[in-house]
T-cell receptor, first 114, second 116 residues
Framework: EAGVVQSPRYKIIEKKQPVAFWCNPISGHNTLYWYLQNLGQGPELLIRYENEEAVDDSQLPKDRFSAERLKGVDSTLKIQPAELGDSAVYLC????????????FGPGTRLTVL | AQSVTQLDSHVSVSEGTPVLLRCNYSSSYSPSLFWYVQHPNKGLQLLLKYTSAATLVKGINGFEAEFKKSETSFHLTKPSAHMSDAAEYFCVVSEGYGGSQGNLIFGKGTKLSVKP
C-alpha cells in the first residue's frame, strides 16, 4: 500500500509570503495529523483531524496558520504570512483511528524562510 | 502531563557492538510508549511499542525495549549495531486521556552514529 504522500518536499520563500503544504494520507485512515519539527527537536503536534473535523488544534498558531481537510481525505496546511522562525520540517501522519493506533509518517516538507 | 526525556543527544558505537539509547518517561497514567527511527530525508518509522502487555517489547531490525515502571524507563537496545542503524531515534509517549488521547509526545531525539 502507498504511504503518506506530502508535497512539496522542499520550499524556499521570502518572509511575509504565503505557503501551503499538501498531504495525502494512507487510504482508509480516518485520522490525520500535522506536526512541526524544528532542527534538533522532536516533532510537535499542530493539529489532529478525525475525518474532516479538527478535533485538536490547541497547538496551532491560529493568527498565521490554518488547515483544512474538506472531504476527510487529503489535507492542506497554510502559513500566511510566513516568518523567519517558521523554517522547519512539516510532517504529516495518518492512522486508522486515534487513541493509540500506529501513526504512519510522510517524508515531510522542509520549509526555509529567507 | 506526560513527557519523555532522552538522556543522550548523541550516541556513538562501533559496528558489531551493543546499542543502548536511554529514555525516561513521566506519566500519571499507565502509558503507551514507542520508539521511532528517522533516517535522513525519510519519514519516521515505528520501531516498537509498549501498551501494557509484556514489559519486554521486540521490534523491527533486532531492536527491543524494556518497560520498567519502578525506574520510569523505556530504554532501547540492540545486541549488535549495523551501519544501517545510524539514524535519529525518538522515544515517544502517547497522551492517555481526554481530547488529546492518542496524541504523541516526542522526546528531543538521540542521534546514533555507527563507526566501521
Amino acid at each position: 500500500e502507498a504511504g503518506v504522500v506530502q508535497s512539496p518536499r522542499y520550499k524556499i520563500i521570502e518572509k511575509k509570503q504565503p505557503v501551503a503544504f499538501w498531504c495525502n494520507p494512507i487510504s482508509g485512515h480516518n485520522t490525520l495529523y500535522w506536526y512541526l519539527q524544528n532542527l534538533g527537536q522532536g516533532p510537535e503536534l499542530l493539529i489532529r483531524y478525525e475525518n474532516e473535523e479538527a478535533v485538536d488544534d490547541s497547538q496551532l498558531p491560529k493568527d498565521r496558520f490554518s488547515a483544512e481537510r474538506l472531504k476527510g481525505v487529503d489535507s492542506t496546511l497554510k502559513i500566511q504570512p510566513a516568518e523567519l522562525g517558521d523554517s522547519a520540517v512539516y510532517l504529516c501522519a495518518s492512522s486508522r483511528r486515534s487513541g493509540g493506533d500506529e501513526q504512519f509518517f510522510g517524508p515531510g516538507t522542509r520549509l526555509t524562510v529567507l | 502531563a506526560q513527557s519523555v526525556t532522552q538522556l543522550d543527544s548523541h550516541v556513538s558505537v562501533s559496528e558489531g557492538t551493543p546499542v543502548l539509547l536511554r529514555c525516561n518517561y513521566s506519566s500519571s497514567y499507565s502509558p503507551s510508549l514507542f520508539w521511532y527511527v528517522q533516517h535522513p530525508n525519510k519519514g519516521l518509522q515505528l520501531l516498537l511499542k509498549y501498551t501494557s502487555a509484556a514489559t519486554l517489547v521486540k521490534g523491527i531490525n533486532g531492536f527491543e525495549a524494556e518497560f520498567k515502571k519502578s525506574e520510569t524507563s523505556f530504554h532501547l537496545t540492540k545486541p549488535s549495531a549495523h551501519m544501517s542503524d545510524a539514524a535519529e531515534y525518538f522515544c515517544v509517549v502517547s497522551e492517555g486521556y481526554g481530547g488529546s488521547q492518542g496524541n504523541l509526545i516526542f522526546g528531543k531525539g538521540t542521534k546514533l552514529s555507527v563507526k566501521p
